[in-house]
Structures are given as structure tokens and as C-alpha cells.
């Protein structure tokens, strides 16, 4: 049986990307809760705005916003596209993915969507603490991608970082001892 500590050093050896690749057909950005009232949380808009900033870069030309209704009744995706839009991201830019409610189902389904596209590639954006999980799940699958980590909009205390990576490292274990097993996936 698998232990935290082993979910430790799992999270320290995940992948963060598997190419060299620096452009790619689009780039996923994963969602996070949203606020009551339907806004973006301080989370969510630093993915947001790192997500933005990577397609004025050029990274890719279209974002892929993925999340549902995963923590009250509103859609993280349709917010995120709604504020990417706001910063200046025209819509023929953006793909919404409204249905994942976790981070298995965010890889899977995004990765739906890149197949449609004919596009093989992406650009996963999403907190530091958040992605070493994330890499091990869009390991899985059959794309090019690598991970690009959205530095906070303000300042965080050791103590959140820590209890982040703590809850982090609790998902990682979950993940490496069932859901990986139970949640499968088919793009």
C-alpha cells in the first residue's frame, strides 16, 4: 500500500512535460473554484491571467478552459472564458469545457477536444503545487505537452503554501491508490 511519504516523492519525481516543445496548438488552463457570486477566486484568475499571457506569447493560438460545476452552480470554465475574454482574448480563441469536475477528468476531456481539432499538443497551465499531480495524469495520455505553473497574483504565506502541498500530496496519494484505477479515460 501506498504511503503519504511515497506520494511525496511521487510529487518530486512527476513528469512537467514530455517534450521540448515551446508552441503548441493550445494551452489548457485548469480550473479552480469559483466564488459564490460567480467570479473567478485569486486561484482561478492567477490561471486565468497566466493562461493569457501565454497565448499573447505565442505559445499556442487557442485556450482550452476546462472545469465544471465542481464546487456550487457555476460553470469554472464558462467564468474563466468570460474573464480571458475580458483581458482581450477574442472568443474565436477559446474552447470551454464545462464538465470536468476533477483533474483526471480536465486531462480527458480537454484532451477530447484537442482530438477533434486534429491538434496533438498543449501547454497545461495551472498552480505550482497543483501540477506536479497534473503531470502524472496528462502522462497517460497520447499528446505532447508540458506544464506551466501561474505565480500567485499576491502573496502567500509559508503556511498556505504548506497546507497547498499538504492537500496536494493527499489528491496525489488518492490518486496513485484509486482514481488512476476507477476514473478511466477515453479521448
Same mark, same amino acid.
Given at each position: 500500500?501506498?504511503?503519504?511519504?511515497?506520494?511525496?516523492?511521487?510529487?518530486?519525481?512527476?513528469?512537467?512535460?514530455?517534450?521540448?516543445?515551446?508552441?503548441?496548438?493550445?494551452?489548457?488552463?485548469?480550473?479552480?473554484?469559483?466564488?459564490?457570486?460567480?467570479?473567478?477566486?485569486?486561484?482561478?484568475?492567477? %490561471?486565468?491571467?497566466?493562461?493569457?499571457?501565454? *497565448?499573447? %506569447?505565442?505559445?499556442?493560438?487557442?485556450?482550452?478552459?476546462?472545469?465544471?460545476?465542481?464546487?456550487?452552480?457555476?460553470?469554472?470554465?464558462?467564468?474563466?472564458?468570460?474573464?480571458?475574454?475580458?483581458?482581450?482574448?477574442?472568443?474565436?480563441?477559446?474552447?470551454?469545457?464545462?464538465?470536468?469536475?476533477?483533474?483526471?477528468?480536465?486531462?480527458? *476531456?480537454?484532451?477530447?477536444?484537442?482530438?477533434?481539432?486534429?491538434?496533438?499538443?498543449?501547454?497545461?497551465?495551472?498552480?505550482?503545487?497543483?501540477?506536479?499531480?497534473?503531470?502524472?495524469?496528462?502522462?497517460?495520455?497520447?499528446?505532447?505537452?508540458?506544464?506551466?505553473?501561474?505565480?500567485?497574483?499576491?502573496?502567500?504565506?509559508?503556511? *498556505?503554501?504548506?497546507?497547498?502541498?499538504?492537500?496536494?500530496?493527499?489528491?496525489?496519494?488518492? *490518486?496513485?491508490?484509486?482514481?488512476?484505477?476507477?476514473?478511466?479515460?477515453?479521448?
Amino acid at each position: 500500500m501506498l504511503s503519504l511519504g511515497a506520494a511525496a516523492i511521487a510529487r518530486q519525481l512527476a513528469p512537467s512535460s514530455n517534450t521540448s516543445a515551446s508552441r503548441f496548438d493550445a494551452i489548457i488552463v485548469l480550473g479552480t473554484s469559483v466564488d459564490s457570486d460567480g467570479n473567478p477566486t485569486p486561484e482561478l484568475l492567477a %490561471r486565468i491571467t497566466e493562461g493569457v499571457r501565454e *497565448y499573447e %506569447r505565442g505559445v499556442a493560438s487557442h485556450l482550452i478552459f476546462t472545469g465544471g460545476a465542481a464546487h456550487n452552480h457555476f460553470v469554472e470554465a464558462n467564468v474563466m472564458a468570460r474573464t480571458a475574454q475580458a483581458q482581450g482574448v477574442p472568443a474565436s480563441a477559446i474552447l470551454v469545457e464545462p464538465k470536468a469536475l476533477d483533474t483526471i477528468q480536465n486531462a480527458c *476531456y480537454s484532451s477530447r477536444i484537442l482530438n477533434q481539432h486534429g491538434w496533438r499538443s498543449a501547454e497545461v497551465v495551472s498552480d505550482s503545487a497543483h501540477l506536479p499531480r497534473a503531470g502524472l495524469i496528462f502522462n497517460r495520455l497520447s499528446m505532447d505537452w508540458s506544464t506551466h505553473a501561474a505565480p500567485a497574483l499576491q502573496p502567500e504565506s509559508a503556511a *498556505y503554501q504548506q497546507a497547498k502541498s499538504a492537500v496536494e500530496t493527499l489528491k496525489t496519494l488518492r *490518486y496513485l491508490v484509486w482514481a488512476r484505477w476507477v476514473e478511466s479515460c477515453e479521448p
